[in-house]
């Protein structure tokens, strides 16, 4: 079990939200995943509530890692990747996960805020938000939570985003910790969770600090 604790700097939380484009990103992120990762992750991805998904068995056919949907009240656990199932937010909460089925945000549920946020609260500088395309600006006020609880934020380059609004919002609103590419992603996060230093990450897996320019737009 993940502890929830707000002083240890090791970051071994990933929560990582997305929209349209988000599944093909996910399923690279994954592949380049350890199996041996000590992290927990959790993924809320904007879903029908009454689509029928087998999201987790394909996640999982391209993750080392084990993926399953989430379960109320079920441990959050390191090593593993959880889904936000459909038609409920992923909460955390003390080493655990809940299933909320409380009103929508920014239209959909499960959404992206209340992962990061409630992740924020409980796991404190253990946590990297990780944000990727989508529309719209879910994730944006979670990743600021993120931020304000001592852990990273970090964004997909909105231009090889097939929806760019959510990491660009992210970026102008929030002013990330790091933008990457997808194809950097796992190494990037591999090297966060190891102990590497964000500056050391960002110089040696391709990722760079956002622009003045990208912090000064304002999508809507």
Known sequence: MIEASASTPRRNVILIGGSQGAIPAIKTLLRGLPAGLHAAIGITIHRSATFKSELGDLFGKHSALPVSEAAHGALFEAGRVYLAPPDHHLMLRSGAMWLDHGPKQHHVRPAVDPMFVSGAKAYGGRVVGVLLTGNLSDGVAGLLSIKK???????????????????????????????????????LLGDLVSGVKLGDAIESDGARRPSSLERAARPS
């Open 149 to 187: 609880h001592g852990g990273l934020s970090l964004a997909q380059d909105p231009h090889e985003a097939e929806a760019p609004s959510m990491p660009s919002n992210a970026i102008a609103f929030d002013d990330v910790d790091a933008i990457f590419s997808i194809a950097a992603a796992s190494r």
